[in-house]
């Protein structure tokens, strides 16, 4: 007869998984259950994306621009998403903007997140929507204002990523 036991696959997780074997170090201390706490997902730099990981190492927040057509766009990639065209150019973006959206997270869910945090939707003064983190600011609905003006900032993640982040305008 096999002993099962149930352990918690993490201390931040709902999810329950039960050991098949008796005696497994899943049910005894120095388990899984004892790991260190889970990081923050990290992206990984691709040849299309990279000028945009270059940029925010380097405290700026780079978009590209289409040659043909002027239109904005984020996420980075090869071609224009309007016309199509490969001619792109990359810039330094005046990394402005203003809280076009948001939702709350108050359930500790996500690894390297402390609820509540809010998920945020940034309308960049250049046209492009993207995803991001307010921070310097409560994260309740009284303190996040849609239409705020907002600025970024560089969270450095590790040596090779830094994220940008948005907080309150300064004036």
């Given amino acids: 007869m096999h002993a099962h036991c149930w352990t918690v696959d993490a201390r931040w997780s709902i999810v ?9 170090k899943a049910c005894r201390p120095g ?8 990081q923050r997902a990290r992206p990984k730099p691709t040849p299309e994306t990279q000028h945009f ?4 190492k380097a405290g700026e927040l780079r978009l590209q621009r289409c040659d043909a057509c002027a239109h904005v766009y984020f996420p980075p990639r090869p071609f224009c998403p309007s016309c199509a065209t490969r001619k792109v150019s990359i810039f330094k973006a005046s990394g ?4 076009y959206s948001y939702v709350i997270n108050h359930r500790p869910a996500a690894p390297g997140f ?3 945090y809010a998920i945020a ?3 960049l003064a250049e046209g492009p929507r993207m995803m ?3 921070i310097d600011c409560p994260q309740t609905p009284e303190a996040l ?11 450095e993640l590790d040596d090779k990523i830094t994220l940008p982040v948005f907080r309150p305008a300064k004036g």
């Fill in 114 to 116: 402390t609820p509540p």
């Fill in 132 to 134: 991001s983190n307010i």
């Fill in 53 to 56: 990981w270059d940029g925010t």
């Fill in 145 to 155: 204002e849609l239409d705020m003006k907002l600025e970024v900032a560089f969270q």
């Fill in 16 to 24: 329950a998984s039960r050991s098949k074997q008796a005696g497994t």
């Fill in 31 to 38: 388990g899984p259950a004892d790991m260190a706490e889970p």
């Fill in 121 to 123: 939707v940034v309308e």
């Fill in 96 to 99: 402005k903007g203003f809280l």
